[in-house]
Every structure is written in structure tokens, then in C-alpha cells.
């Protein structure tokens, strides 16, 4: 089991390097030129050659990846004497935009878009997965097609739709919420949760959908395993058995597809964070595209991947411990 | 054997509704088992038999099925027991053991748990060590080398054989008194069969456990088995011992059954001999009869074959389910094999 979770790390890192090569590569292959995107309409030659030279793009492009990886372990430093900005490590580039380093700009986004993310995932594990088993032990009966109703309408709505509406009915109808404004959960958990609660709903609403099917047709298919039969011949009580025996098996395909789905949202919950205003990740990444800011870019991007690669060896390890058939592989 | 039998089956039906219409998977089957006894179902896939024996559990379940007759355990009518009795009844006085070991297994559980939940669902007071004891000593009992350190291992780490003696192991952990053996060899290869056959009847003489052995496998019977119950389309066929059953069958189908394995044995003399025609579809049975169209001695227009299903009713050592004289039967079917 070690050995397992030790290729699988190693793995990890391998991928992610590759990701963030060609990540940069990509980035730096756009046909806008990021020196002269460091300043505004009225700009000179002479100002955007300096750009260049401080920002390192007057260099080969894999010395330039060279010198972002460098940057990450310790740190960089733009530009020569006086004007020079220091970027401490992990450096992730410097945004000209914005006049910031990028990791400051993400680590500031960063705990915005967890607390939607967790928020989000905790209330659509449950919904999903609860509505799901529901509808399979009452198959065929009113909460089945309730659940599978609302699976329904759930993925056929789009996100943004759901979240305009949410802000519809209980900002504006039924003002029981204010609009959201984020606030940090160490300066006010209350106005935390209160702000956090449209963007969680909505994003629990949408994604939940898939996992009342998933978790719906799991639970069926898992209850005519024979083993389950000789659960109750061995005279297993049925809500033991329905959680040792029936969720136990059903969860183990539905854990999977829930790490990378939670991996992706971390990545930025593009929709709803634009929607519903809150300063994640996202919305950074949004308004770098909006404004071609590049080191931003492909610092999210990276960000997100890294999620993604992160989340998958970690549903890889803790399919090793769910399911003890895939312990020796 | 004692006056009141261990289980009695009477009159019992299991009709399932489907869209295409209703399947009366069982139809009014009796039989009864007596304490310590070894009996054999036998029939071909769709006979009934595992209905017959999922009722026994009272496993068949859905709002689909229909379960009339009743079922004796003891005397007690399993049908009248609430869902919480019956449960106590499953895996203490009943145990059953499945056709396919692997699936039977729970995959997520080591086969130590899945023993020592089997105890532990019928003895809740039990403590830690007694448990183990219990795990360690069954599992031994059933031929698993090294069960201190076996009982940690996973199902997908047994063989087809040992995983079935895991079953057994898990089925007998209680000590029940009837162990329904549901085609307990036909997932195995030919040599672990033997070896899986002869732990059940070891055990079934140590223990004194009646079992009740489901099999399509004649073989199996003939090894096994005490009295031997032949089932065809849902119903008794013929009911006799072991020795009436291969030497003087007094069914059609029985006969047939016998055919399509003695002509194995003696390798040489005749080819193997199919009963021609495929099981009857349980939607459409034939009227009368249900084996009259695979019948050779079918008696022809007018007779009772076609229009009135046959009764058991004794012919020499046996009970068997045919329109036949009886002694016109004997003759028929001795020339047989002449």
C-alpha cells in the first residue's frame, strides 16, 4: 500500500511538471505580445522593450519556463536596481495589470473559492447521494420520481441560470438573504455561511443532479448482488445492510467522479462566482482573460490543474483503501 | 426419523407477475424434511428449484411475487412471522449457501468479518475474543489452512473452493438446523465439487443439520443425497429415495434426467441422450401435462396428458406425478434401457 502511494506521488509530480510546460509554452505562444500588454494605449517602443527585459520575455522560451520554475522554488525578482519588485516564493509571475505579484492576487482568491467549494461539495454529497439512495429504496414510488424529477431539471439548467434565480427569489421576492458580499470566515463565520449560502445551493443544485442518478442506479444494481442476498440470509438487519453492504459498494464509483468534480471546482467556480460576486479564483481568471493579463493566466490554469492532478492521486489512493481488490495493483 | 418432520412444505406456490404476464415459478410443491436428513432437489434451470428454496428463506421478494402454501419449520409457519422474526429465523435455524461463491462474498469485508457478523447478528452479547474463537474454529472446521491468518484475507485472495467453503464456513456458523444448499458446486471446477460435496455431508453428519441440496447435477445427488425430489416445470415430478430414483425411476423425466448422464458413464456404449424439446416456458405452460410434449410415452388424444395436470401418487418405492399405469409404466421404462 506504501509503495502504491508513493508511485502514485511520484507520478503526480511528473504530470504536473509536464502540465505546467505546456501551460507556459501555450500561454507564451498567443499571438499578443505580453510586453505590450504591460502598459496602456500610449505606450513607447522604448517603455515596452523594458518590459520585456524585466519580465525575462526577451529570453528563449524554455529559459523562460526555466526561470518560472526557478521562480516558484525561490522566489523572483523583476527587473534590475531601484524599480525592481521581489516576488517571494512560490512565485507564480507578476501581473504589469495589476501591479501585484500573482501569487498574492491568487492566495487572496484562494480561501474564497474553498469556502464555496467545500460548502458546495458537503451540500451536494449529501443532497445527491441522500435523494439518490431515497429513490432506489422507493423505486417506482412518489420519492423516486420526486428525485428523479429534480435530477432532471437540475442538469438541464445551466448554472447561471439557477444562480439568477436563486438571487431572484431570496434577494428580491422573498428577501430572507442579503445579495452576497463575501466576508472571511475568520472575521465573521456568520456573514460567512450568509453570504456563501445562494452560491452553495446553486452549485449543489446543478451538480447534485448527476449524483441522484449515479447513487440511484448504483444502489439498484448493488441490490441484486448476490451478496447482498446472503446478507439478509445470514439474517443482517436491512438498514445495516443497506449502509455495510449496499452503499459500500455503490460509493466506490461515485467517490471518484466526486474527487475530480470537487478538484474542478476548486479550480474556480467560474459561473457562479461571477454571479454571485464573490473574489475566488474564478472570477480572477475571468478577468484575466478580460484583460489578457497573462501571468494570471497561466497561473490559474495552473492552479486548477494542479487540483486536478492533486484530487486524482488522491482518489486513486483512497480507492486503494475503499476497495481492497485494487490494494495489490 | 421422528413423526413430525423438521420442515413441511405444503402446497406451496410462487407466482411472479411480469409484463408478459404472470410466471407461476412454483406450483403447489409439498415436501417435507426430517431433522438430520439429506435431501436433493433436482430438476433442469426454470424447474422451480431455487424459487422453492429462496421461499424457504422467504428471499424472494418485490411486490411482483406471490407466495402462497405454507412452510413448517418446527411447526411454526414461516409465512406468518413478521419480517423481524423471520430475520432472527434466517442464518440461525436456516442457512443457505449460493451457487457462485465469489459473488456471494461480500468484496469489501474480510471473510474473517463476514464469519464473525454471521455470529454476531445471533449472538449480540457476544465479546471480542469469543467471536474470534468462533471465526478461527469454523473456518478451520471447513478445511481453511491457517485461519488466524486467513480470516484477515479478502475473498478475491481465496480460490473458487475455498470461497465456497468460506460460505459454508459462514452458513454453519450457527449451527442451524436445515442448511439450504443452492447448486453448491456448479460455479467449481469437477475435482473441488467432490471435495466441497464431501465437506457437506462430513458436516452433515457430524452436526446433524438437515440439508436440503439443490443441484441440475444427478451426480450430485447420487452422492449425497437420501431421498431425492425431481421438479419440472414448478411441480413435484416424482419423490423417492436415492436407490428407487437411479434404479427404478418411475417418471418420464426422471428417466429422461438419467439418460443424459448414465450414457457418460458408460463411455462407449451410447452416445449421450438428450430429453428432446427445451423447458417449458413457466408463462405458457402446456395444459395437462407440463413434460407431455417432451413425453415419449405421451399417450396421445383424449387422454388425461393433455388436459389434466397429474397427482403424485405411489408407484412402487416412489411418488411420482405421471397419467401412466403404473405397471404399464414399469414395463415401458424398463425397456428402455434393455
Known amino acids: 500500500m506504501l509503495y502504491f502511494i508513493l508511485r502514485r506521488a511520484v507520478f503526480a509530480v511528473v504530470l504536473l511538471l509536464a502540465v505546467s510546460l505546456c501551460t507556459y509554452v501555450l500561454f507564451s505562444a498567443l499571438p499578443s505580445d505580453p510586453a505590450a500588454l504591460t502598459c496602456g494605449k500610449n505606450c513607447t517602443t522604448e517603455v515596452i522593450e523594458r518590459n520585456r527585459v524585466r519580465l525575462g520575455y526577451d529570453k528563449p522560451i524554455l529559459e523562460q519556463y526555466g526561470l518560472f520554475m526557478e521562480g516558484i522554488v525561490k522566489g523572483r525578482t523583476y527587473g534590475p536596481g531601484e524599480a525592481a519588485v521581489h516576488c517571494p516564493a512560490p512565485a507564480l509571475g507578476y501581473s504589469f495589470k495589476r501591479h501585484q505579484c500573482v501569487t498574492a492576487l491568487i492566495s487572496r482568491s484562494l480561501p474564497v473559492t474553498i469556502s464555496v467549494s467545500v460548502g458546495a461539495f458537503v451540500l451536494w454529497m449529501l443532497l445527491g447521494v441522500g435523494l439518490g439512495v431515497l429513490a432506489a429504496l422507493k ?19 445551466p448554472t447561471f441560470f439557477v444562480a439568477l434565480l436563486a438571487v431572484l427569489i431570496f434577494t428580491v421576492w422573498w428577501p430572507v438573504l442579503d445579495f452576497p458580499s463575501y466576508t472571511g470566515i475568520l472575521a465573521n463565520p456568520w456573514k460567512w455561511a450568509k453570504a456563501l449560502v445562494l452560491p452553495w445551493s446553486t452549485l449543489a443544485v446543478v451538480s447534485a443532479s448527476t449524483y441522484v442518478r449515479m447513487t440511484r442506479n448504483g444502489v439498484i444494481e448493488v441490490m441484486s448482488e448476490e451478496f447482498v442476498r446472503l446478507g439478509l440470509a445470514k439474517g443482517v438487519r436491512r438498514p445495516v445492510l443497506i449502509v455495510k453492504y449496499v452503499l459500500r459498494a455503490a460509493l466506490v464509483p461515485i467517490v471518484t467522479i466526486a474527487g475530480l468534480d470537487f478538484a474542478a471546482l476548486l479550480g474556480g467556480a467560474v459561473i457562479t462566482e461571477s454571479v454571485f460576486n464573490l473574489p475566488g479564483v474564478g472570477k480572477l481568471a475571468i478577468e484575466a482573460v478580460v484583460d489578457s493579463d497573462l ?20 482518489v486513486d489512493v483512497c480507492y486503494g483503501f475503499l476497495d481492497p481488490r485494487v490494494r495489490e495493483g | 426419523m421422528t413423526d413430525t418432520p423438521l420442515l413441511r412444505v405444503s402446497d406451496l406456490c410462487v407466482s411472479f407477475r411480469t409484463p408478459d404476464g404472470v410466471v407461476r415459478a412454483v406450483d403447489s410443491v409439498s415436501f417435507d424434511v426430517h431433522a438430520g436428513e439429506t435431501v436433493g432437489i433436482v430438476g433442469e434451470s426454470g424447474s422451480g428449484k431455487s424459487v422453492t428454496a429462496n421461499a424457504l428463506m422467504r428471499l424472494n421478494f418485490g411486490a411482483q411475487v ?3 402454501g405454507s412452510i413448517l419449520l418446527d411447526g411454526v409457519d414461516l409465512g406468518s412471522l413478521s ?8 442464518g440461525r435455524d436456516i442457512a443457505m449457501v449460493f451457487q457462485d461463491p465469489l459473488s456471494a462474498l461480500n468484496p469489501f469485508y474480510s471473510v474473517g468479518d463476514q464469519v464473525a457478523e454471521a455470529y454476531r447478528v445471533h449472538h449480540p452479547k457476544a465479546r471480542r475474543p469469543e467471536v474470534r474463537d468462533v471465526v478461527v474454529e469454523s473456518l478451520g472446521r471447513v478445511g481453511i489452512p491457517e485461519p488466524i491468518k486467513r480470516m484477515q484475507s479478502f475473498p478475491h485472495e481465496f480460490s473458487g473452493g475455498m470461497r465456497q467453503r468460506i460460505v459454508i464456513a459462514m452458513a454453519l456458523v450457527n449451527s442451524p438446523r436445515l442448511l439450504i444448499a443452492d447448486e453448491p458446486t456448479t460455479a467449481l471446477d469437477v475435482t473441488v465439487q467432490a471435495q466441497i460435496l464431501e465437506l457437506i455431508q462430513r458436516i452433515q453428519q457430524e452436526s446433524g443439520t438437515a440439508v436440503l441440496l439443490i443441484t441440475h447435477d444427478l451426480g450430485v445427488i447420487a452422492e449425497t443425497t437420501e431421498r431425492v425430489i425431481v421438479m419440472y416445470g414448478g411441480r413435484v415430478v416424482e419423490e423417492a429415495s436415492v436407490e428407487s430414483v437411479f434404479e427404478q425411476p418411475t417418471h418420464p423425466y426422471t428417466l429422461g434426467l438419467l439418460g443424459s448422464v ?14 428432446p424439446g427445451s423447458p417449458p416456458s413457466l408463462i405458457h405452460l402446456p395444459t395437462g401435462c407440463a413434460f407431455r410434449p417432451r413425453c415419449r410415452f405421451e399417450l396421445g388424444e383424449g387422454s388425461p396428458c393433455g388436459t389434466t395436470v397429474p397427482t403424485l401418487s405411489v408407484a412402487g418405492h416412489s411418488r411420482s406425478a405421471c397419467h401412466l399405469d403404473v405397471t404399464e409404466r414399469e414395463r415401458l421404462i424398463a425397456g428402455v434401457d434393455g
Request: aromatic share 4%; glycine share 8%; charged share 20%.
Open chain 1, 139 to 157: 423505486r417506482g414510488r412518489w420519492q423516486d420520481r420526486v428525485a428523479t424529477g429534480f435530477s432532471v431539471i437540475g442538469i438541464s439548467l
Open chain 2, 66 to 68: 406471490s407466495t402462497t
Open chain 1, 295 to 314: 501571468p494570471v493566466l497561466v497561473a490559474t490554469t495552473l492552479v486548477a490543474a494542479a487540483f486536478i492532478v492533486l484530487a486524482n492521486a488522491v
Open chain 2, 83 to 90: 419480517e423481524e422474526e423471520m430475520r432472527l429465523r434466517r
Open chain 2, 262 to 275: 448414465r450414457s457418460l458413464d458408460l463411455a462407449g456404449r451410447g452416445s449421450l441422450r438428450a430429453i
